[in-house]
């Protein structure tokens, strides 16, 4: 079976890295990068062809930041089914939030809720008898516990968006497992590490991470997880591309690690989850989705109907 894959977050760091890897895994998969910015899309594929020019990669535009736009890009997907393998990039770096168009806390509808979403409406393609799907979730090492709270989903009232986000994502794809993998639909997390990438040189001044640089990779001798450069931050979701679906460990974060040697591997360590709190989560972003979904009903309809009256006075 021709395998076909989705990457969000395609036109850069660890997404477009991934992208890289797997086309040199095998260049005979189909690549679809989902982004929001069809420019820097465009260019991220043509430097994918330059290099892979027999390559098959489509292009998608997708904020999932924004309902609307996930919704759209999934008809679009399920028009042209082409997806049996869904993988995630990166979310937002910064702790800074605000509320989106959609009324929605941007980090947790970004990292979390857009690409839960996403997964719902791509159901039909994704669990289909005899097939086997993946959904790999970019997670992190400051997913914790203490940030999260299922009173405060989208936390609106903390002040850690970003950790909150990624422990939901590992709760999710739990509660994913449980509720798919009858269907042939299997969840996996991923941390990247720490990896510099545009949007980490964009918290401080670009003079600062030259400067701090040799520091870093000095550090690396004394933790592993400091992968710092995009390839090496890929390395985990590179290498659950390469296992059996079926055999990777749902309660497991699978960890892109790098030696003081400069050596990429990918160790399983377990999180800090429990089901319980992952169903309640589960059941929380179905209504969420249930009360998106009928609030953009109504927006369409009210179009509709202001576009009939225009058309009746003219």
Known sequence: MEKVILVTGANSGIGLALCERLLYEDSQLQLCLACRNMQRAEAARSALLTSHPDAQIDLLHLDVGSVRSVLHAA???????VVKMFATA????????R???DGLQ???????????????ELDSILCQAGQ???VVWTSSSNARRSAFSLDDVQHRLGTEPYASSKYASDLISLALNRHNNSQGLYSSVICPGLVMTNLTYGILPSFFWTLIMPIMYLIRIFTNTFTLT???????LHSLFLKKTESLDPRAKYHSLTSGMGSNYTQPRQMDIDDDMSEALYVKLLEMEKSARKRLKEEDDNKQAYKKYLNQTE
């Open 75 to 81: 008809h679009k997907v399920k028009a042209s089914n």
């Open 90 to 97: 990166e979310g937002l770096l910064t702790q800074q939030d």
């Open 99 to 101: 509320v989106n168009k």
């Open 106 to 120: 941007e980090v947790f509808a970004t990292n979390l809720f857009g690409h839960f979403v996403l997964v719902r």
């Open 132 to 134: 086997t799907s993946r």
């Open 230 to 236: 995009p390839h090496n931050g890929a390395g985990a």
